[in-house]
C-alpha cells in the first residue's frame, strides 16, 4: 500500500512578533483562540484547517525577507467580506484592495501580520 497526502492539515505563520500578530488576528479578523497551543504559538479554532502564528524555527530569519510567505496564497473565508473589508478599512489595515468579484464570490487581499498577505472570500 502506498502512503498518501490527505490534503493540508495546520497551516502556522512564523513572525516576530506573536503576541502582536496574534491581537491583530482576534482584533481586526474576530479569530478565536483554540483551548490548547504549543509553545511558542498561538493557535486559533478556525476550520477546517486550524491557522496559527508561532515564533520563527530554527534557521528561519525573517530580517532578511522582503515579504514573508511571497509565492504564497493564503485565503481565508468569511461570511460577510464586505462588512469584513469596511471593518478593516475603518481599523486602518494597510493595502486592503477593492472588492471585487471572485471564483468564491466577493474578494479581497490586504496586509496583515508582518506583511503577510492575506485574501478573504465568501459572502
Not at 69 to 82: H, Q
Not at 86 to 110: I, K, N, Y
Request: glycine content about 10%; charged content about 20%; proline content about 12%.
Amino acid at each position: 500500500m502506498t502512503a498518501t497526502v490527505e490534503g493540508p492539515d495546520f497551516i502556522a505563520l512564523q513572525v516576530r512578533d506573536v503576541p502582536a500578530a496574534a491581537a491583530f488576528l482576534e482584533e481586526r479578523l474576530g479569530l478565536r483562540r483554540a483551548p490548547a497551543a504549543p509553545p511558542h504559538a498561538v493557535v486559533f479554532a478556525t476550520t477546517p484547517i486550524p491557522l496559527a502564528v508561532r515564533e520563527p524555527l530554527p534557521g528561519v530569519d525573517l530580517d532578511g525577507v522582503a515579504r514573508p510567505g511571497l509565492g504564497v496564497a493564503l485565503w481565508l473565508r468569511t461570511t460577510d467580506a464586505p462588512a469584513l473589508r469596511e471593518q478593516l478599512v475603518a481599523a486602518g489595515t494597510r493595502d486592503v484592495t477593492p472588492l471585487q468579484d471572485g471564483p468564491f464570490g466577493p474578494t479581497f487581499s490586504f496586509t496583515g501580520p508582518e506583511g503577510y498577505r492575506l485574501t478573504v472570500h465568501g459572502g
